[in-house]
């Protein structure tokens, strides 16, 4: 009997996959809603695709990722570190014999609730939120949960969401905290509904979440410090350890991080982590991140000025809303400014199927989505009287 093309690709996936932590696509706890199975993609393969088609994921190009809204093509934006960590976590993942693509799947969705502004604008719209509802809080992961289950576009369908398979949507949301872990194991048990989830911390579900997790700052750490250099300009010199154990430049950095976390799994295959020298060494990489650019004056006043932009754009979007009543959200007038009208036209396309979630919320939604670019588009929109005449 001829086997089918999913048939071959589930035969080529038992094959490869050796490691006796490696999650198989057959034995996916399954999607949010049932789906017809894809007739040659195995689950897994399928979810990276549906983000790298996303609206979403594109655009990531035009978010910050540490030097702010950059103008330069060779300044990695958040785009360039999902991929950059996407290609790491499924390298790493090769070599020991994990699930590569649901590595690749849950690094490409990762940063997906990333808002405009990198972290800065992180940190301020939760500040915004809380003072809005101290009952919320705003963690760029767990809002990429909920970009993949409720506001990523799917153009070839008419539904919000990528309905993407719980291990991907486990892995997204559970992929911070890795700056102060030396060694990660995936919880025993799958816990609470991913959704219901209010803080971060919580350990990936697989093995290959645990990968993604640790992965990020291999992705992002050196490449900061590269990316400074060239924007910020002359920096101190990096730990004489750091160079010594890690190497002096991205490139170096990236294949002793990958090297030792590998090897260190194939020690102790319960878990991921790194060797005390490499770890030791990372953690003083990162603190002088944090001291020389994170905390760069450069970066600080810039990010000053971000927190003043969206803020008035928080206030403007809540005083649109609040002013007339909420049946009529999503519907523009002739009297609307254009900034009120994109909103509405947000509310219109975003919420038509599921209802419009609270006030808060949707303003929550609409800057979270926002590029760069565009916010500060649309704050001069607000901010700046148009010409009489």
Known sequence: MTMTLRELAQEREDKTLDHPFA??????????????????RLCFQRDAHRILHCTAFRRLRYKTQVIFAPESDHVATRLDHSLYMASIAQTIARALGLNEDLAYAIALGHDLGHGPFGHAGEHLLNKLWKNADPRRSFQHELHSLRVVDRLAVRPSTRERGLNLTYEVRDGIVSHCGERTERFLAPRPRPGPRLETLTARGQAPLTM??????????????????????????????????????????????????????????????????????????????????????YSHPQLVEYAARTEKMLTIIFEFAQRTLASRPQRQWGRALVSDSHAARELHEFIGKMYAQDGQPALSQIVVDYISLMTDRYARSLFEEIFLPHPIG
Request: proline share 6%.
């Open 208 to 293: 290959e979440g645990c990968v993604v997790r640790m992965a990020d700052r291999i992705a992002y750490i050196g490449r900061d410090y590269e990316d400074a250099c060239a924007v910020l300009g002359r920096l101190p010199p990096l730990p004489r350890v750091v160079t010594r154990v890690l190497g002096g430049d991205n490139r170096a950095i990236i294949n002793t991080l990958v090297t030792d976390m590998i090897r260190t799994n194939l020690e102790t295959p319960g878990r991921m982590g790194f060797s005390e020298d490499v770890f030791d060494a990372l953690h003083q990489l990162y603190d002088y991140n944090s001291r020389q650019i």
């Open 23 to 40: 999650t198989r696509s057959a034995n996916s706890r399954g999607r949010l809603r049932d789906e017809p199975q894809d007739p040659i």
